[in-house]
């Protein structure tokens, strides 16, 4: 499969799991060869705040994936902005949980978490979309 066709059928993936979430503002989502579930704080994310960012990875046998590097970067679909590509690194604090902290949501509108995780030689680009409220 070309690159083009995988980046469009994950991101098909994930349009349909985008409305997939646990009870405590937490969403999971499926892959073939891994779960990856993501947590903010504040949940929901909001304008004029950063957040800590929390993912989870768990392999295909529910294993949580160590040892794996996980970066992300926020944006705006079309809306280009300076911190575009700005990458943030996570640490893992145990097994398959990584975390990082966000940039601020300077808007309300339509933003993309877009994480890259790398596991024994394998990189995922995993888009999670999120909209912003504005505060009233």
């Not at 349909?16 to 929901?44: H, L, Q, R, V």
Request: hydrophobic residues 35%; proline residues 5%.
């Amino acid at each position: 499969m070309r690159h083009g066709q995988a980046i469009a059928g994950l991101l098909a993936i994930v349009g349909f799991m985008a409305g997939c979430s646990s009870g405590d503002g937490g969403k999971t989502f499926e892959f073939p060869d891994f779960d990856f579930s993501i947590y903010t704080e504040p949940a929901p994310l909001q304008v004029g705040k950063d957040a800590n960012i929390r993912v989870s990875i768990m392999d295909e046998t529910h294993q949580a994936k160590t040892g794996c590097g996980v970066r992300f970067r926020q944006y705006m679909p079309g809306m280009e902005m300076s911190e575009d590509h700005t990458y943030r690194d996570m640490q893992e604090v145990k097994g398959g949980v990584y975390e990082g902290r966000s940039g601020e949501f300077s808007m309300g509108g339509d933003w993309v978490l877009e994480f890259e995780v790398n596991c024994q030689d394998r990189t995922h680009t995993v888009p999670i979309p999120y909209h912003l409220e504005w505060p009233e």
